[in-house]
């Protein structure tokens, strides 16, 4: 169960982050440092680069038939949208023109109910978007913004950086006209061969020391291989003293089978059963023993990993939280492989009791009360 | 050599028991000759030595010294394997307790014997069906489990697994001490068929009733058969229980 799950959210976090792009790196403004066009001309001049655009993004909330529903507004430049987040179709409608700074493409769950599935907008309809202002003192104030809705992307899924799902995109112009953004949040990076990442990602970091964030996905995969890596390590090391027990609580329980019968071994004996016989007999027992518990295990431990699964894993960061829900990787090796373990459990556990039961001398094992 | 007729050999048998250190002896020198057909009882008090010379005879246990030959086969020379084969095509047992396995179908008991053969499901089927006609059973038993039958009954049963692989010797260990004296009636006539077909029978009693039904009666004592008796026909239970 455990593995499945590990194995669900680590090949999930994976794709997810090698589907915006191998190649993809983002450069985020901090609030000690603005990106302004010179950066954006410093990114675009390196030998790395083959597009650099930048974006604005805030968290916002719209209001629908169904209550307040948080979103994140997005303005950029839909052709590096495209090229950053690969699958991202259009369900319905159109890209507006990069001049239309009031129309936007919106996210399947900003269209749909996530829960009934009931439409929320359509083509052409406008949608109101409050953008919450921290003003001093603390009160939280709302800009209004109205947006037009001129095409639905199709679900997506969670990802990492962008929320294709929940997020309205509108032309990049639409940062400072609409959205009243004053300066960049990011610059999205297109690299030119997935090789040349690490190196600029150390040009960056070299330029920018530690003034900006580099999110670069390839990276952030490999980071998440070797932790979904260790966690299954650590599966797998908790299996190996689970498979102890099992392999103890096996050998006690065809231990005290082998006693209360040892009659019976006794009458078989007699009746022309050889050691090997009754040897292999005791063992298949302990499989067949060790499979019917394998089987409610195996059972038990599906219906687990998809509930936890189903619970999905929650990351939040300051007032942003994503909700990754991967479905657990149950492959047939995974089955096979814990089947395996099953019988070589029923083999170890039931070996000392079936050489004890194969050395009973008939006339000692019929005397037996 | 043996000759032709004689099925079973027993030469100075003993047998020691050693519990610390003190040593008892369970047989202390058992000479006996079987031949082919016969039927013979053994009998003698409780701690004689009855069940012990059955149980070396079976090759259940082994003699600490002496020797067993049995249809010709030297039993001290084979290996466990051998012994269990020997076992198997040679003898069949009957007990006191019947010993049928309770969780099987009766029809899954007398093919045991078979299964320890190897012999393929198949042909198991007709040689049961004939076991338990032979020990004068009934085929509705089949299906049922030991636990459904009555004393009588399952010690038929547990007869029919002895024949089911038409052993030379059937050894019968108090086969009536469990029965009411209608049923142990039932099984020594069972044991008189079977002898009559040239089955050899050995049957360890304390039951003279039981005992006169056979062709010899060999009085064991402390280990040693001490001496013979001719059986009187007309007191075997067969005769005095109507």
């Known amino acids: 169960m455990m593995t499945s799950v590990v194995r669900g959210y680590g090949s999930y976090v994976e794709s997810q982050l090698l589907g915006l792009g191998q190649n993809t790196v983002v450069v985020m403004g901090t609030s000690e440092y603005t990106l302004t066009r010179n950066d954006l001309d410093y990114i675009r001049g390196l030998p790395e680069v083959d597009v650099a655009e930048p974006f604005y993004l805030t968290q916002a909330y719209i209001q629908t038939k169904e209550g307040r529903k948080q979103v994140y507004v997005y303005a950029i430049d839909y052709d590096i949208l495209n090229k950053a987040i690969g699958n991202l179709k259009l369900e319905k409608g159109e890209y507006p023109s990069l001049t239309d700074v009031t129309s936007a493409v919106i996210g399947h769950f900003v269209a749909f109910s996530e829960s009934t599935g009931a439409k929320l907008f359509d083509i ?3 949608i109101t978007i409050l953008m919450p202002q921290v003003k001093s003192g603390g009160k939280v104030t709302f800009t209004r913004a109205t947006v037009r809705v001129s095409g639905i992307f199709e679900e997506y899924g969670g ?3 962008v929320s294709p799902d929940t997020g309205i995109f509108l032309p990049e112009k639409s940062g400072k006209s609409i959205l009243h953004m004053n300066s960049w949040s990011g610059i999205f990076i297109i690299v030119k061969d997935p090789m040349l990442v690490d190196s600029l990602v150390k040009k960056l970091r070299s330029t920018y020391a530690g003034k900006v964030d580099i999110i670069a996905f390839q990276q952030i995969a490999k980071v998440v291989s070797s932790i979904t890596g260790a966690i299954d390590f650590i599966a797998f090391s908790t299996s190996l003293s689970a498979f102890a027990v099992a392999v103890a609580g096996t050998a006690a329980t065809m231990i005290t089978s082998v006693i209360e019968r040892t009659r019976e071994i006794g009458v078989l004996k007699a009746l022309g059963f050889t ?5 292999w007999m005791i063992i298949a027992e302990a499989i067949l023993m060790s499979l019917i518990g394998g089987l409610i295990g195996v059972t038990l431990g ?11 894993l929650s990351i939040s960061s300051g007032v942003s939280k994503l909700v990754i829900k991967a479905p657990p990787k149950i492959t047939p090796e995974l089955i096979s492989y814990t089947m395996g373990i099953t019988i ?5 556990g039931g070996l000392i009791p079936a050489y004890r039961a ?3 001398p008939p006339a000692v094992a019929l005397r037996y009360e | 050599m043996l000759r032709d007729d004689i099925i079973l050999k027993a030469v100075n048998l003993k047998k020691a028991y050693r519990v610390g250190d003190v040593v008892t002896w369970g047989l202390r020198g058992v000479n006996l000759e079987v031949r082919r057909g016969e039927f013979i009882s053994i009998m003698g008090p409780s701690g004689s030595g009855k069940t012990t010379l059955l149980n070396m005879i079976g090759i259940l246990d082994k003699p600490t010294k002496g020797d067993i030959i049995i249809d010709g086969v030297r039993v001290s020379k084979l290996s466990s394997k051998e012994m269990a ?3 198997n095509r040679k003898i069949g047992f ?7 396995i309770s969780r099987l179908t009766v029809y899954e008991n007398i093919e045991l014997p078979l299964v320890a053969r190897g012999m393929k499901r198949h042909l198991r089927r007709r040689m049961v069906v004939d076991a338990l006609k032979m020990a004068a059973g009934d085929l509705t038993w089949l299906k049922k489990k030991p636990n459904q039958l009555s004393g009588g009954q399952q010690q038929r049963v547990a007869i029919a697994r002895a024949l089911v692989n038409n052993p030379a010797i059937i050894l019968a260990d108090e086969p009536t001490g469990a029965l009411d004296r209608s049923s142990a009636k039932a099984v020594l006539q069972t044991f008189v068929n079977v002898n009559k077909h040239g089955q050899t029978v050995i049957v360890v009693t304390h039951d003279p009733e039981v005992a006169n039904c056979s062709n010899r009666i060999l009085i064991i004592r402390d280990g040693i058969i001490v001496k013979e008796e001719e059986p009187c026909w007309d007191k075997c239970i067969i005769n005095t229980v109507k």
Do not use: E, P, Y
Request: proline share 0%; charged share 15%.
């Open chain 2, 85 to 87: 084969k020997l076992r």
């Open chain 1, 159 to 161: 990802a990492m950086f």
């Open chain 1, 124 to 126: 052409g309809d406008a």
């Open chain 1, 344 to 348: 070589i459990v029923g083999i170890i």
């Open chain 2, 94 to 100: 009957v007990f006191q307790q019947f010993n049928l």
């Open chain 1, 275 to 279: 050691d090997s016989q009754v040897m």
């Open chain 1, 358 to 360: 194969a050395k009973i």
């Open chain 1, 302 to 312: 599906l219906g687990g990993a998809f509930v936890m699964a189903s619970r999905g």
